[in-house]
């Protein structure tokens, strides 16, 4: 069993900067890649970035070269840094950590962390 547990929500105004982190503990093993999603209200869950195997990091267009992720892979833990926030950024944010084990991938999340961005 897998635990994700997420910190760094907050209001704050456009322009200013936020930083998320997720911690997990559990059954972590093999192949796996650490992100983050976010989901506005009347909106789908979205990819923010995402980091494989602490190596190759993937970002949504929305937010490259506002939002840097980085992992701390000896504690398991995955930042956000997010920098120049606009109100367009305010959503939930979650935590992933996909593991593939056998060629099955599995997903997990974290309970998700508020972030609002006034304009």
């Known amino acids: 069993q897998v635990q994700l547990v997420e910190s760094g929500g907050g209001l704050v105004q456009a322009g200013e900067s936020l930083r998320l982190s997720c911690a997990a503990s559990?059954?972590?093993?093999?192949?796996?890649?650490m992100g983050w999603y976010r989901q506005a209200p009347g909106k789908q869950r979205e990819l923010v970035a995402n980091?494989?195997?602490?190596?190759?990091?993937n970002y949504a267009d929305s937010v490259k070269g506002r939002f840097t992720i980085y992992r701390d892979n000896a504690k398991n833990r995955v930042y956000l840094q997010m920098n120049s926030l606009k109100p367009e950024d305010a959503a939930g944010y979650y935590c992933?950590?996909?593991?593939?084990?056998?060629?099955?991938?599995?997903?997990?999340w974290g309970q998700g962390t508020q972030v609002t961005v006034s304009s």
């Open positions: 992933n950590l996909r593991q593939v084990l056998a060629g099955l991938a599995y997903d997990e």
């Open positions: 559990g059954s972590i093993f093999g192949i796996n890649a």
């Open positions: 980091i494989i195997g602490g190596i190759s990091t």
